[in-house]
């Protein structure tokens, strides 16, 4: 049983149904995916910052039990949380947004497994998933990777959270959510809910960086994150190219191994927006 832990608003929407499309055609898998999405209405601060919608899971359902009827894609509020502790904190005005905080709520979801792979929306699997998810995470609360940049600014084995591979029965031990929670309400901290993880971590493994690639794409690459990255040429900038931009996918990445899930992305966003248009 392979368990996934994604969170956002109904933005996320794109981003969910490319990784789980990567997932589903780049892995052998015959047992069961389960999906949890975590997700809240937080539009008193943003117009755009509200739930994922219902609609949107049933079609992601609809999509994801074509691969195999046993597979489960569950949507999980999380609003009462986020206003009761984070309302109004330091980290509010996060680098990315609020939705970025609240898998710090894990240990309070009762339905979620002891183990379940995170990841952020922008993120697609280039080789099976079971290379990562069966990593032997029972001495530790969690594995990641290091960070592309971070490896070099700030410290040798600082990690990503982009990719975590969660061990919530040893996390709930330890309450690294609960001291996480806290910094994230008394401090302001620089990358939010990524440095309140870090700095509440007791004992984390350290995975290759192809499992949680942000610059590049090798053969042996399983992760390949679409997140903000350095670009030299023709002039020093950043770009925030996401996997479900198609066209600058090819043109600035020269990527066209996707090609197959990226195709079936379109169809299936078309699909969708008709549906939802009543066409």
Not at 56 to 61: D, S, T, V
Not at 80 to 88: A, N, W
Not at 170 to 195: C, N, Y
Request: glycine share 4%; hydrophobic share 40%; proline share 3%.
């Amino acid at each position: 049983m392979i368990n996934i832990l994604f969170a956002g608003n109904k933005g996320v929407f794109d981003g969910i149904l490319t990784c789980t499309l990567s997932i589903l055609k780049r892995s052998e898998l015959e047992e069961q995916v389960n999906i949890y999405v975590l997700t809240m209405d937080v539009s008193h601060l943003k117009d755009s910052y509200v739930p994922i919608e219902d609609k949107q899971i049933a079609f992601l359902e609809s999509v994801i039990k074509e691969y195999n009827p046993l597979n489960t894609i569950t949507k999980i509020d999380v609003t009462d949380f986020y206003m009761e502790d984070f309302s109004g904190c330091p980290n509010e005005g996060a680098y990315c947004s609020p939705y970025t905080l609240i898998r710090l709520f894990a240990d309070k979801i009762d339905i979620l497994p002891d183990k379940i792979l995170w990841l952020d929306a922008d993120i697609m699997f280039n080789r099976d998933i079971r290379l990562l998810y069966d990593i032997d995470v029972s001495d530790y609360e969690y594995a990641a990777a290091r960070d592309h940049y971070g490896k070099y600014l700030i410290h040798p084995h600082y990690i990503n959270a982009g990719v975590l591979l969660f061990n919530l029965k040893e996390m709930k031990k330890t309450g690294i959510f609960e001291k996480a929670r806290q910094f994230i309400k008394t401090k302001k901290l620089v990358f939010a809910d990524q440095s309140a993880l870090i700095r509440s971590t007791t004992k984390r493994k350290l995975l290759p960086q192809r499992f949680n690639d942000q610059k590049f794409l090798h053969k042996h690459t399983v992760v390949r994150h679409f997140s903000k990255r350095l670009f030299w040429l023709p002039y020093p900038h950043t770009a925030n190219i996401k996997q479900w931009h198609v066209s600058q996918v090819h043109k600035v990445f020269h990527y066209y191994v996707f090609d197959d899930i990226l195709y079936e992305y379109i169809y299936l966003k078309e699909k969708y927006e008709r549906e939802s248009s009543g066409q």
